[in-house]
């Protein structure tokens, strides 16, 4: 918003108001979501067991996190575009959980042999 | 790059005025905001229904996952990652340069944005050929038995390189015509198709460069070493392997689809920012095909390391 000119009275109907990222921001993204896929890429090299797909899931989703709210201007739109997104995951979420919990319990399994 | 502010009065975008039934350009501004992100959560929920695909076949056939892993390139994958993050961050700053009216940047970013997305389908191009030439096919076709590779050509990578070689031919056929009859805007554009038919074929350079190197000899000795390993420990190809296949193909296709058409529409913001049609009364297309991309980007972090890099 700072780096607007003052709207002139005839003109603020066609005025928007909105944020534009610093080059700072968008370059600060960038380095911390190389650093993020360096980070899960070199942690396939150890095997670290039933904790691998959490500790993978963690990475994947704070660098989702990162897209969402920086390039996405997610923290600088109105909260009601967040909850939209938000409500997707809890969805997604909910999709996931019940159907693992299904799967684990029935004869859904194919044969492996 | 060229970011610095350029802005002066004379290269003011064409002005806009907002469609009959908003009062304010701020009040479209946010309508289409809202139903850009309603049309996003309808992708998420779309690639949720796949994801929920692969967690149920990997949560009851881990065997079949730390089987068909081995013959993912995560050196590609990763090198994917990073490209498809280069473009996110040309494509914010894209953003940047139409609310800032800084109309040279905004040519650059959106040309840098075409570019990286074609390299990335040039990389996976060359993935989808070492399978397709492996037999590491979907189930009903999986023939790892049978591999192609002893042809002298590597005929799949050359199909999928095809439509890029002749849009280079096309395009550069059409810079010609329309620099003759004088139509900037149009050589422009024809300009930006040879780009991203360049980095296409830049793209599977690098791609076929890296799986050489990450493999030595090629996929040859890396067939070679799976049959020794294979005999080794007595380790038969899992019943169910063309599965993983059919999750592996499905999801990264419907992504690679997502990536042609984002493709699509930023040639479409190309061609509107030659005719100098954004600026900072009206970047929204800019915005909105913005968060288009980025969500293409997001799947992607989430897919690079579940298909390519959990091993247990």
């Not at chain 2, 009959?20 to 304010?24: R, V």
């Not at chain 2, 892993?69 to 993912?72: E, F, M, R, T, V």
């Not at chain 2, 999986?142 to 590597?154: C, I, T």
């Not at chain 2, 380790?235 to 392997?241: F, N, Q, R, S």
């Given at each position: 918003m700072s780096n607007k000119p003052n709207p002139t009275a005839n003109e603020s109907a066609n005025t928007l108001h909105t944020h534009v990222m610093s080059p700072k921001t968008l370059l600060a993204v960038f380095g911390a979501l190389l650093v993020l896929t360096g980070l899960t890429a070199g942690a396939?090299?150890?095997?670290?067991?039933?904790?691998e797909i959490w500790f993978t899931i963690a990475i994947a989703s704070a660098k989702a996190s990162l897209v969402l709210i920086y390039f996405m201007h997610l923290r600088y739109d109105s909260s009601f575009n967040s909850i939209i997104f938000l409500t997707a995951v809890v969805c997604l979420a909910i999709f996931l959980a019940l159907t693992l919990a299904d799967t684990d319990h029935s004869m859904l399994r194919l044969p492996s042999s | 790059m060229n970011m610095q502010p350029t802005t002066d009065a004379a290269s003011a975008a064409v002005p806009h005025s907002p469609s009959?039934?908003?009062?304010?350009a701020q009040q479209e501004f946010d309508a289409g905001k809202l139903g850009m992100w309603l049309f996003l959560i309808t992708e998420v929920l779309f690639f949720g229904g796949l994801f929920v695909a692969y967690a149920v076949y990997r949560d009851n056939h881990p065997e079949v996952f730390t089987y068909a892993?081995?013959?993912?390139n995560k050196t590609l994958g990763a090198l994917n990652t990073v490209v498809l993050i280069c473009s996110s961050l040309t494509m914010a700053w894209a953003v940047r340069c139409a609310q800032l009216n800084q109309r040279r940047g905004l040519k650059w970013c959106l040309l840098l944005t075409l570019t990286f997305a074609s390299l990335f389908l040039g990389v996976k191009a060359v993935e989808y050929s070492a399978k397709w030439d492996e037999g590491l096919l979907w189930a009903g076709s999986?023939?790892?038995?049978?591999?192609?590779?002893?042809?002298?050509?590597?005929v799949s990578l050359l199909v999928l390189s095809a439509p890029a070689a002749l849009g280079l031919v096309l395009a550069t056929l059409a810079t010609g015509f329309f620099r003759l009859v004088s139509r900037p805007a149009m050589m422009g554009l024809s300009l930006a198709a040879i780009a991203t038919c360049v980095a296409f074929l830049v793209g599977v350079g690098v791609g076929v460069g890296v799986s050489q190197l990450s493999?030595?000899?090629?996929s040859k000795v890396a067939t070679a070493e799976q049959v020794v390993h294979q005999e080794a420990s007595g380790?038969?190809?899992?019943?169910?392997?063309g599965v993983f296949f059919s999750i592996y193909f499905t999801m990264t296709g419907i992504h690679a689809i997502h990536i042609l058409a984002g493709i699509g529409v930023i040639f479409w913001l190309y061609w509107g920012s030659l005719q100098n049609r954004f600026g900072s009364t009206y970047f929204a297309p800019v915005d909105f095909v913005g968060l288009y991309w980025h969500l293409v980007d997001l799947v992607w972090i989430y897919l690079f390391p579940l298909l390519y890099l959990i091993q247990s």
């Open positions: 396939s090299a150890f095997h670290l067991g039933t904790y | 009959h039934h908003f009062q304010t892993q081995q013959y993912l999986f023939a790892l038995e049978h591999p192609q590779h002893a042809r002298l050509l590597p493999s030595p000899g090629g380790d038969e190809t899992p019943h169910l392997a």
